[in-house]
């Protein structure tokens, strides 16, 4: 087996594994836009293996803006990894893996990152390439009847206007944490550009002084799913989420917990905590010189100070 980057496999091969695998349209025409508005491909953008003439599996690399206890940091992250089916089980993903870990050493970078759920089968290929779980996300869920009936908050779309006033919130709010506290601007126009994120799924969170937070939230007409909310730590998260479930008019709201102290807030105040949490951050050492007990000392993973999200991680 030989292993490719990018501009050296055929961009519809390319595309074709990702929509099979992964329901995901890699075209050239967006490898283009995220070579050009985002920061963190390696120029070399993602490793391929070729077999018997077609793209057999892909793993694209980042280089990830965080902040450590040194300050200003990177850390390496893989996205996107997947196999042909016909070409399962044949220690594909495993090579392009440790291709990708080799080129991150080569750059310098400590760690491996990346997030994933436990249910899937690449999970027990992460763990036994050197992975381990860091951080999981719980998810708490309660119906809309059982919220609060007023809230000091309100919650308005951001839509497209409003990204740059999410941007500035994110900005102030990751100045005291550690972690994915930093992001290469402007980050939720490029995020809605590239198709991941939709502009109504983007909530501004305000009270009578002006934006307090933001949120990132999934609605339909029986579930309203927070994926992400970032809040000054002085707000509530659960009049956040009032504020958002009045709004949105689903019968059930769930919470993906980013900061694991909301969550006894939020059993208080009568939510469900899920009994088994299969998101997962997960790290890598590249170099025999740190550990995971380094990268959580460096990025506070077990304090307050921790932030993370899933529009952050790979």
């Known amino acids: 087996m030989n292993i490719y980057e990018y501009d050296q496999v055929d961009p519809l091969d390319v595309l074709h594994l990702n929509l099979m695998c992964l329901d995901f349209a890699l075209t050239a025409e967006l490898v283009a836009m995220i070579r050009q508005r985002d920061p963190r491909p390696f120029p070399f953008f993602g490793v391929y293996a070729r077999e018997e ?77 050197g992975y381990e779980d ?89 579930v309203l799913k927070i994926n992400n909310l970032l809040l000054f730590e002085w707000v509530d998260p659960v009049l956040a989420v009032t504020a958002l479930a009045h709004q949105c008019e689903a019968a059930y709201t769930r919470v993906r917990v980013d900061y694991l102290r909301d969550t006894v807030r939020y059993v208080r105040a009568g939510f469900r905590l899920a009994e088994r949490d299969w998101g997962v951050f997960m790290v890598k050492p590249l170099t025999p010189q740190v550990t995971i007990d380094d990268f959580r000392s460096l990025y506070g993973v077990d304090t307050d100070r921790f932030l993370i999200s899933y529009i952050d991680v790979t």
């Open 53 to 129: 003439g077609m793209v057999a599996g892909q793993v694209g690399v980042f280089r990830l803006p965080v902040l450590s206890t040194r300050g200003a940091d990177e850390v390496g992250g893989v996205w996107a990894v997947s196999t042909h089916p016909a070409y399962q089980r044949q220690g594909i993903a495993t090579c392009l893996l440790d291709e990708a870990h080799a080129r991150m050493r080569s750059a310098g970078l400590q760690f491996s990152t990346l997030g994933t759920d436990r249910s899937r089968v690449a999970y027990t290929l992460y763990k036994k390439l």
């Open 134 to 222: 860091v951080f999981t996300f719980p998810n708490v869920i309660i119906r809309r009847a059982s919220l609060p009936e007023q809230t000091s908050l309100r919650a308005e779309p951001a839509d497209l206007p409003g990204m740059g006033v999410a941007d500035q919130l994110f900005e102030q709010i990751a100045r005291c944490h550690l972690g994915f506290a930093r992001r290469h601007a402007p980050f939720f126009s490029f995020l809605h550009e590239r198709g991941y994120l939709p502009a109504q799924s983007l909530w501004l969170l305000s009270d009578r002084d002006g934006p307090v937070g933001y949120a990132v939230a999934n609605n339909t007409r029986s």
